[in-house]
């Protein structure tokens, strides 16, 4: 049973380049959720869906596109990479519901010089 | 929105008891997490508390009080193994999303 499956694991980019994390649940988990950690900041939501089709803004998501055309699977984009989004990455998914505990995957270090 | 408070960092010896605690603003409440860290990996699930009082689970208790806005995670018989980010998270009833704090990190000394 994989669970949250993120890649890759190490990403350098350049300054303006684009690129995209990937992200694929296999535990039929309608919501599912990226955030960004850096140090002294915590984890801050960036984009989150509740099911295929529905995506919604986190509390930073500048920056950063996402879409949900499965259930499995859900992308973040960055569209033209600033050293700003330098941080690690972290996909979550877990069932809707109050009480349902999320399940991360194992992180994105990104670093944009 | 949500505002989650958490302390930074704090030391205990090996078999101690330590509480971290964690004050929480939100507009509509819909539970309680908290999550361990340790150092370059994912969060994993601690417990969950929804409703008033204590949830005890083997050396991790958790605590509520929805009224004041406040939890606490107590670790018993500390390990060296506990040494990692506790992070405190609360679910906003609005629209489903999990609101982190900053974390605490606990270092287990010998």
């Known amino acids: 049973n994989a669970g949250v499956t993120q890649t890759p694991k190490f990403q350098v980019l350049k300054t303006g380049q684009s690129m995209t994390l990937q992200c694929a649940q296999d535990m039929n988990h309608e919501y599912m959720s990226w955030y960004r950690q850096d140090p002294g900041m915590g984890l801050r939501l960036i984009h989150y869906?509740?099911?295929?089709?529905?995506?919604d803004q986190g509390e930073v998501p500048n920056g950063y596109n996402v879409s949900r055309s499965t259930t499995e699977d859900f992308p973040l984009r960055l569209l033209s990479a600033a050293p700003s989004q330098t941080s690690v990455y972290f996909c979550?998914?877990?069932?809707?519901?109050?009480?349902?505990?999320?399940?991360f995957g194992s992180g994105t270090q990104l670093s944009v010089l | 929105g949500q505002n989650i408070d958490q302390p930074t960092e704090m030391t205990a010896t090996e078999g101690a008891i330590v509480q971290i605690n964690c004050t929480y603003q939100t507009s509509g409440f819909n539970g309680l997490f908290w999550y361990q860290q340790h150092a370059g990996e994912a969060p994993t699930f601690l417990s969950y508390n929804v409703l008033d009082g204590l949830e005890e689970k083997g050396r991790f208790s958790s605590f509520l009080s929805r009224s004041k806005g406040y939890s606490y995670l107590l670790l018993k018989e500390l390990q060296m193994k506990d040494s990692a980010s506790y992070l405190c998270a609360v679910r906003d009833k609005g629209n489903n999303r999990l609101a982190f704090g900053k974390g605490n990190q606990v270092v287990v000394i010998p």
């Open positions: 979550a998914s877990s069932r809707q519901g109050g009480g349902e505990k999320l399940f």
């Open positions: 869906s509740v099911g295929a089709g529905i995506t």
